[in-house]
């Protein structure tokens, strides 16, 4: 027995030194059928071992950067929005302020407006009494002138004075009733576009 297992370590020896084992005639001894389990074992290792595995890589890395990607445009269209919002908070406090100034700014032309209309009605009342006293005096005038002319010749009759000046009384009572007619008319006009204001003014 010891000299049988001694032989086949010299021949193991011998086939070794030629560049042989034992194991080089694995090939030529008849293998059996593989089963479904070492079928589906060696499949696993041929996929884990192709370059698949570092497209996966490349994926997952690709993934993570996306990730980060959307974590960083999350708090962009955050800083995005708050901004908007900051924005639409001082668009609306403008506005408010702009259109507060238009209501006050009206307010104050219309004030203005009413003061200045009353200022004028009042002036024309003014006016327009000073022009009644002023045409009421131009008449007691033109009736005190009148009854002066009268009065003068009335005199002058009295004196003697109606021989020497007939041509001049002539004329003169000639002026003076003309004047008359005219004053009458002007006075009577007068009254009449009172009137008409007055009445206007009710």
Do not use: W
Not at 161 to 172: C, I, T, Y
């Amino acid at each position: 027995m010891s000299s049988s297992f001694s032989q086949f370590q010299q021949s193991g020896y011998q086939n070794s030194a030629f560049g042989r084992n034992q194991y080089d005639d694995y090939d030529s001894i008849p293998q059996k059928e593989p089963t479904l389990d070492d079928l589906l074992d060696q499949r696993v290792t041929k996929t884990t071992n192709l370059p698949v595995n570092d497209h996966v890589v490349k994926l997952e890395v690709m993934l993570a950067e996306l990730v980060n990607d959307l974590e960083d445009s999350k708090k962009q269209m955050q800083m995005i929005r708050g901004d908007f919002l900051n924005f639409e908070y001082i668009n609306s406090q403008n506005n408010q302020s702009c259109t507060q100034l238009i209501q006050d700014e009206a307010l104050r032309m219309n004030k203005l407006f009413k003061q200045e209309q009353q200022q004028q009605e009042k002036i024309y009342k003014q006016l327009k009494v000073e022009i009644k006293n002023v045409n009421d005096n131009r008449k007691q005038i033109s009736n005190q002138s009148t009854l002066i002319s009268h009065r003068v010749l009335e005199v002058e009759n009295n004196v003697g004075f109606k021989s020497a000046f007939a041509v001049r009384q002539g004329q003169e009572n000639q002026d003076i009733q003309e004047n008359s007619e005219t004053n009458f008319r002007q006075s009577y006009n007068q009254n009449q576009f009172y009137q008409e204001d007055n009445n206007q003014d009710e």
